[in-house]
Nanobody, 129 residues
Framework: QVHVVESGGGLVQAGGSLRLSCAAS????????MGWYRQAPGKQRELVAA???????RYADSVKGRFTISRDNAENTVYLQMNSLKPEDTAVYYC???????????????????????WGQGTQVTVSS
């Protein structure tokens, strides 16, 4: 069983920064692609950023230049550094893990909500104007 746990959400003013962390259990992490998604009230869950085990990254256009995804395989942790936050970034942020042994095209799969095998419970990020 793989467990994914997010932390680091909170309330911040527009223009501020937050860093989210996601810890995933087991040796699985070193080969997993990891993604950050978000879901605002009344909206669909959307990709924020994703990273493969080798460090290839994908970002949503809305966060390019402001958010950075990174990972520390020794600590089984993936991070999302969020700078220049805007009120429209307000959402519940979810971390997810993709098992590459179950996928043929990892980079394509990690850009899809349906491409992930394990999800965390989410952490709230609220950006005030």
């Amino acid at each position: 069983q793989v467990h994914v746990v997010e932390s680091g959400g909170g309330l911040v003013q527009a223009g501020g920064s937050l860093r989210l962390s996601c810890a995933a259990s087991g040796s699985f992490f070193s080969i997993a692609a990891m993604g950050w998604y978000r879901q605002a009230p009344g909206k669909q869950r959307e990709l924020v950023a994703a990273i493969t085990s080798g460090g290839s990254r994908r970002y949503a256009d809305s966060v390019k230049g402001r958010f950075t995804i990174s990972r520390d395989n020794a600590e089984n942790t993936v991070y999302l550094q969020m700078n220049s936050l805007k009120p429209e970034d307000t959402a519940v942020y979810y971390c997810a893990a993709l098992d590459p042994l179950k996928r043929i095209t990892i980079v394509q799969s990690m850009c899809l909500v349906t491409g992930y095998d394990y999800w965390g419970q989410g952490t709230q990020v609220t950006v005030s104007s």
